[in-house]
């Protein structure tokens, strides 16, 4: 129990260093461009080809369980973007890029901090916490545009299945798209989006930083930052949910 | 000149250095040898910083890192190089930005300018056309070099290597060793070699700390250290084949 505390707090003061004394501002920027193209860019392929069969699937299956005449067809399209906009993009993406992007922030952190990259940081007078977390943190600060982009394809996904597998006409889909349609959803969803978008910033770089040993233990970090921050993101799903739509 | 002033750092229950002084002196290699476990590193890493001592003052020139306030600091971290044990290159960058990193942090010159002064100290260890390369592509040897002229790039007035030559074979070790000693005369620095490599002792050995589980029990050069009759230090000097060969034939030779 102690140890979770230790943990809990050695995470909130990595959190304060990182904002604590600054790299020089062009080194900076360079970083954060580089972190961009690592943790946003390099993402965008999985996210598009995941949500585009997800949400085919998604309308497959509701197709399928609306049998029955008297519900109207339009509502697998209304309820092919309900789980999309609500669930699918913000909390189940997010636990793919914990996957993705929060192994390899807790690999690339943690084989720095084995290989005394980041002593030499140190060494060298530098904030290695600001020059390592502080980039990723604002990278990450474009990951709601990640969701955004897995939300549209998600949603063209569930059309073409729909309308091409044969179970709903193009003019049900969209208006079942369009019905009851609550744009406080959207909110909730993409406030989510940056509380996620911090947790996987720091989370796998905080299991990273501090990790001790040689090669077998970043692999064995890689896969703990993984249960750390999915479990984080699910309970923050929750408390988040409870606070917005209940 | 480095002086170290009783010097007392412990983890947890175990007291690792128990209360070490000593002086590195300025434009010399010094070196702190010892058995492995004996401490070495952490010393060095509380000469550097990365530790705390919990006892014990280390001055630099006239003043005690333990005085200095942040910035001053990281003023004084501008003016250490240090070559790590692995090396510790970065490797998402290549050697010239590796190199380049320190000017790049903390001097405004203009980038032709830092590309000539990364090329003046990659020649200096003679390391050309390597440039491009990243450090997963060159070899521990070429490694160390590239750290060496990380280290020594923005002219520091202090150098730290830890085990500068371990994982080398002889004929580069030795070259790596000539190289740190002949920095350390041409600008004057103070450097502080760790190792446990006797034939760097034999090279470079100007003056040497002999460290026994935390404790500091002889210090001398490379030619007090075979005519010294401390126990620690025979046992740790005449632990090879080779070198009890050579007592065995001196020995005779009295
Ligand atoms: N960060 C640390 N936390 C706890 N104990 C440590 C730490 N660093 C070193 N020690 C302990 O301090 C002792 C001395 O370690 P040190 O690394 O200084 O040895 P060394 O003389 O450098 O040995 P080697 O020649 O093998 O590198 C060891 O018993 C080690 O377990
Ligand atoms: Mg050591």
């Known amino acids: ?15 304060k260093r990182t904002f604590g004394s600054f790299t020089k501002r ?37 197709a399928l369980n609306v049998s029955n005449p008297i519900i109207p067809k339009s509502l697998i399209g209304f309820a092919t973007r309900q789980s999309i906009i609500l669930e699918f993009a913000p909390t189940f993406m997010s636990i793919i890029m914990a996957g993705k992007v929060g192994s390899f922030i807790t690999s690339s952190i943690g084989s720095m901090r084995v290989t005394e990259q980041i002593d030499a940081l140190e060494v060298m007078g530098i904030n290695s916490l600001n020059y390592l977390v502080f980039p990723k943190i604002i990278a990450l600060l474009c990951f709601p545009f990640v969701i955004a982009l897995a939300m549209f394809i998600g949603i063209c996904g569930g059309l073409l299945a729909g ?25 909730y969803a993409f406030i989510k989006t940056f509380v996620f978008a911090f947790i996987l910033a720091t989370v796998p770089s905080w299991q990273g930083y501090y990790m001790k040993g040689g090669a077998l233990e970043v692999g064995k970090a890689s896969t703990n930052s993984f249960v750390w921050t999915s479990v984080l993101i699910i309970l923050a799903n929750f408390i988040i949910t409870q606070l917005l739509l209940s | 000149m480095i002086k170290v002033d009783n010097i007392k750092k412990r983890f947890g229950e175990e007291e690792i250095l128990k209360g070490i002084s000593t002086v590195f002196h300025k434009g010399k290699t010094n070196l ?32 005690a890192i333990q005085h200095m306030n942040e910035e001053q600091q990281r003023d004084l971290r501008e003016e250490i190089g240090m070559l790590f044990q692995g090396g510790a290159l970065f490797d998402s960058m290549n050697i010239e930005e590796n190199v380049m990193f320190p000017l790049r942090m903390f001097t405004k010159q203009k980038k032709s300018e830092m590309l000539d002064r990364v090329n003046e100290v990659l020649s200096r260890v003679n390391l050309e056309g390597v440039n491009k390369k990243y450090p997963a592509e060159i070899s521990g040897g070429m490694q160390k070099r590239v750290s060496i002229a990380r280290a020594i790039v923005n002219r520091p007035k202090y150098l730290f290597c830890d ?8 004929k580069t070790a030795t070259v790596i060793d000539n190289l740190i000693q002949e920095i350390t005369h041409e600008f004057d620095i103070t450097t502080v070699v760790v190792t446990h490599d006797m034939n760097s002792v034999m090279e470079i050995g100007e003056n040497i700390v002999f460290l026994k589980n935390g404790v500091l029990v002889w210090q001398g050069n490379n030619t007090d250290i075979f005519n010294t009759d401390n126990v620690d230090v025979t046992d740790f000097v005449y632990s090879s084949d080779l070198f009890k060969k050579i007592r065995e034939i001196q020995l005779k030779e009295r």
């Not at chain 1, 091409?164 to 909110?187: K, M, N, R, S």
């Not at chain 2, 530790?51 to 006239?62: C, S, T």
């Not at chain 2, 085990?163 to 002889?170: K, R, T, Y």
Request: net charge negative; with cysteine; hydrophobic share 45%.
């Open chain 1, 1 to 15: 129990m102690t140890g979770y505390i230790e943990d809990i707090g050695s995470y909130f003061l990595m959190l």
């Open chain 1, 26 to 62: 062009s080194v900076l920027k360079e970083l954060i461009l580089k972190e961009i193209d690592d943790l946003i860019i390099g993402s965008l392929g999985i996210v598009v080809f995941i949500s585009f069969f997800v949400g085919g699937v998604i309308s497959i299956q509701t």
């Open chain 1, 163 to 187: 309308v091409y597998g044969g179970f709903i006409t193009y003019t049900d889909f969209t208006a079942g798209l369009q019905e009851d349609f609550e744009p406080f959803h959207l909110v």
């Open chain 2, 32 to 63: 702190i040898i010892g058995q492995s476990g004996s401490g070495k590193t952490v010393m060095l890493k509380c000469l550097l910083g990365l530790f705390k001592p919990e006892e014990g003052l280390i001055y630099y020139e006239e003043k």
């Open chain 2, 163 to 170: 085990e500068p030559n371990s994982g080398l074979d002889p």
